[in-house]
Nanobody, 122 residues
């Protein structure tokens, strides 16, 4: 059974940094695409970042480009999202996901974590 567990979310001031982690079990992440998505209160889930199999490619939402970095540690079977220069509009529940296809479309990911809450105060 594939399981994803996110961690690292917390309350942080605007301009600060956080690193989210997503520990995966039941699947060797090096051969799968990984993605981060977020959902703010009252809004639909949106794409944040993705990394392809073997880390050949990365993609970012325009709203986070230049501030967020997605990476993976295959030895630890863990994916990270480094978030810098955080803004109040980054406040959301953040979810990691894994799938066979590298995509910005959440429908292409078949396993999801339970989410971790990030709150950015102004």
């Amino acid at each position: 059974q594939v399981q994803l567990v996110e961690s690292g979310g917390k309350l942080v001031q605007a301009g600060g940094s956080l690193r989210l982690s997503c520990a995966v079990s039941g699947r060797t992440i090096s051969t799968y695409a990984m993605g981060w998505f977020r959902q703010a209160p009252g809004k639909e889930r949106e794409f944040v970042a993705a990394i392809s199999q073997w880390s050949r490619n990365t993609a970012y939402a325009n709203s986070v480009k230049g501030r967020f970095t997605i990476s993976r540690d295959n030895a630890e079977n863990t994916v990270y999202l480094q978030m810098n220069s955080l803004k109040p509009e980054d406040t959301a529940d953040y979810y990691c996901a894994t799938g066979s296809s590298y995509s910005t479309d959440d429908a292409r990911y078949d396993y999801w974590g339970q989410g971790t809450q990030v709150t950015v105060s102004s």
